[in-house]
């Protein structure tokens, strides 16, 4: 029986789902860091620029909900979109710009949503780290 890399069960089922991950790579993704401390965890949220982008909400009450945002958290309205050919309106809110602030957009439609599934997208914005 030849020797395993680390991770060979987890590096079986990517290959299966159609991954192509080389066993030298997946074993140095799979490597544990230096030790954590307080101080380097604080040091990685400063330097992590990782966030949620944009999520879209389906509403019943557009009025109503932008209302809520603006007056209770205290969010703009950065911007509408209406559609009248598909009967839906689109508003953007947050704190400042998209590039650099969460935004909430939500979207009304004619008729009503079944709004027992409210969340339409949720975007993140992540740093894509590669081993070799």
Same mark, same amino acid.
């Given at each position: 029986?030849?020797?395993?890399?680390?991770?060979?069960? %987890? +590096?079986?089922?990517?290959? =299966? *789902?159609?991954?192509?991950?080389? %066993? /030298? %790579?997946?074993? /140095?993704?799979?490597?544990?860091?230096?030790? !954590?401390? /307080? *101080?380097?965890?604080?040091?990685?949220?400063? =330097? &992590?620029?990782?966030?949620?982008?944009?999520?879209?909400? =389906?509403? #019943? &009450?557009?009025? !109503? !909900?932008?209302? @809520?945002?603006? *007056?209770? +958290? #205290?969010?703009?309205?950065? #911007?509408? =979109? &209406?559609?009248?050919?598909?009967?839906?309106?689109?508003? @953007?809110?947050?704190?400042? %710009?998209? &590039?650099?602030? @969460?935004?909430?957009? +939500?979207?009304?439609?004619?008729?009503?949503?079944?709004?027992? @599934? !409210?969340? #339409? /997208?949720?975007?993140?914005?992540? *740093?894509?780290?590669?081993?070799?």
């Amino acid at each position: 029986m030849q020797p395993q890399p680390s991770g060979s069960k %987890a +590096l079986k089922l990517l290959r =299966r *789902e159609g991954n192509n991950v080389s %066993a /030298k %790579a997946f074993t /140095k993704m799979a490597r544990p860091r230096k030790q !954590t401390t /307080k *101080e380097s965890a604080l040091d990685w949220v400063k =330097r &992590d620029n990782r966030r949620i982008f944009h999520v879209v909400y =389906r509403v #019943g &009450d557009l009025g !109503t !909900t932008v209302k @809520f945002y603006k *007056e209770c +958290l #205290g969010v703009k309205l950065l #911007g509408t =979109r &209406d559609n009248p050919e598909e009967k839906y309106t689109n508003v @953007f809110l947050g704190y400042g %710009a998209e &590039d650099s602030h @969460f935004v909430i957009e +939500l979207k009304f439609s004619t008729p009503s949503y079944n709004l027992q @599934f !409210t969340i #339409g /997208k949720l975007y993140m914005l992540v *740093e894509i780290a590669i081993y070799v």
